[in-house]
């Protein structure tokens, strides 16, 4: 048996296996660059050891340490308050809060799993209070997640840009941005018009005065979220909302009232300034990120604490060990292999629109940053025929890998349907979710290659 194709074995089987037992595909993948490197292929360990990423380690450690300390000292919650009260209460307008906040924590750095998790709650305790569609509330959130998740400092954006940038190939964060952004805005406009967005359009809510991780404690009590995605392994109860500074706890006293706000401002602040200078002076993320998120620490103690161990380790575990398997898997020719055997088809479009489907279908199940940092190698030698825009696919294939997030059977999903507002038909919801997640693995694909592949704009 030829290299390549066992290679497609062993990451067939990894696949399969996270899937079915809750094994982390990072892990996973650390074992099979190993078995296949060293013992098949006859790899030094050292060599094997390169293909770790280490710049993507440091800028995942770096966010997501840096959004646990934002989430911690309550700056999440502050600007839920500002957001609800920029809208003056109007109903219709809460969908679209919850949408945009979303978007904004992804767009920052913090992973999608994480946004939902914490904005769930919040949008589905709107929703049973103010008579909104649950499926509205959850998949704005949802969709939200993914419309930030491509911005050149989120999670999502530095996995796609760092593959494509390690191959020399041309390609451009801000059309990735932006083609999440675009697609993931106009389907939530669609969900809005559909799931009755216009009959709020003329109500108000009473009062809103209930602060946003009140809503969150309240909503999450009783349930113990454990993500479907095996590989991302993310999770939320409510003890960690009850333990953490922003579950609403009134400060014991005015210097710790004044204190909490110095912290806030201070992250807030911090966050700005991550986005003008990685991007403004495309200086590393992950240094900035993390350069940031010590002197917040340095500078406010106490409301750090814990934050470390809420860096989502099993996501650079999951990522840093896929992407040391893809190493291997370029080592052993599979990257050329697989690249030659889509080419041979002969027409790069239906390729391009084969790849998309595999992204969504496979995606819908398992990690989405799994499939990512898979898929991406695999199309990227196809590509340089210059036959097709590579933008675009990179674009199409980026956007039908993570709007099938929805399924119930993904973690952004789960979190959704776990966090069912009281008095809900929980089977029914599960059932709008699951038929909602269909249509969006069927339709997704297709529409991300008739707008992103097939005009050649990219």
């Not at 939530?188 to 009755?196: E, H, I, N, S």
């Amino acid at each position: 048996m030829s290299a390549p194709v066992l290679s497609i074995i062993v990451l067939a089987a990894m696949f399969l296996i996270a899937t079915i037992l809750p094994i982390n595909m990072g892990a996973l993948g650390f074992v099979g660059a190993f078995l296949l490197g060293a013992v098949f292929l006859g790899m030094e360990t050292d060599d094997i050891i390169a293909s770790f990423p280490g710049g993507l380690f440091l800028t995942l450690v770096g966010v997501t340490y840096l959004f646990a300390i934002a989430q911690n000292n309550g700056t999440i919650d502050l600007l839920i308050q500002w957001a609800v009260k920029l809208v003056r209460n109007r109903v219709a307008m809460i969908p679209w809060v919850m949408f945009v906040i979303t978007a904004i924590i992804t767009s920052v750095g913090a992973l999608g799993p994480a946004a939902v998790a914490i904005m769930a709650p919040i949008a589905l305790g709107f929703a049973a209070k103010h008579k909104i569609s649950p499926l509205l509330m959850g998949m704005m959130v949802v969709h939200g997640a993914q419309a930030g998740g491509f911005s050149p400092i989120a999670v999502y954006g530095v996995i796609v840009n760092s593959i494509v940038a390690d191959t020399g190939f041309e390609y451009s964060p801000l059309a990735l941005f932006l083609s999440s952004l675009i697609f993931n805005f106009l389907i939530a406009v669609v969900l809005f018009l559909v799931l009755g967005g216009r009959k709020l359009l003329s109500t108000r809510a009473g009062q809103m005065v209930e602060r946003g991780a009140e809503a969150r404690m309240n909503a999450s009590v009783g349930h113990r979220i454990s993500g479907t995605n095996r590989a991302d392994d993310v999770k939320y109860d409510d003890s960690e909302a009850k333990s953490d500074k922003s579950a609403g706890a009134a400060p014991a006293t005015a210097a710790e009232a004044k204190s909490d706000k110095a912290s806030q401002y201070t992250t807030i602040a911090g966050l700005i300034v991550l986005a003008v200078v990685a991007l403004g002076l495309s200086i590393d993320v992950g240094f900035v990120s993390i350069t940031i998120a010590v002197i917040l620490a340095l500078l406010f103690p106490k409301a750090q604490k814990g934050a470390v161990d809420k860096i989502s380790w099993s996501t650079v575990l999951l990522i840093c060990g896929m992407l040391t398997f893809v190493g291997v898997l370029q080592e052993a020719g599979t990257i050329d292999y697989v690249s030659d055997g889509v080419a041979s088809l002969g027409m790069p479009m239906l390729a391009a629109l084969l790849i998309c489907y595999i992204g969504a279908v496979v995606s819908a199940f398992a990690s989405s940053t799994a499939i990512l940092a898979a898929l991406i190698p695999l199309a990227i030698p196809f590509l340089e025929s210059g036959e097709i825009g590579a933008i675009g696919v990179i674009c199409a294939l980026a956007v039908a890998s993570t709007i099938v997030d929805v399924s119930p059977f993904s973690t952004n999903g789960a979190l959704v349907l776990a966090n069912a507002p009281e008095g809900t038909d929980r089977d029914r919801f599960y059932k709008q979710i699951l038929s909602y997640g269909a249509i969006v693995v069927v339709a997704g694909p297709p529409i991300a290659w008739l707008v992103l592949v097939v005009p050649g704009w990219l």
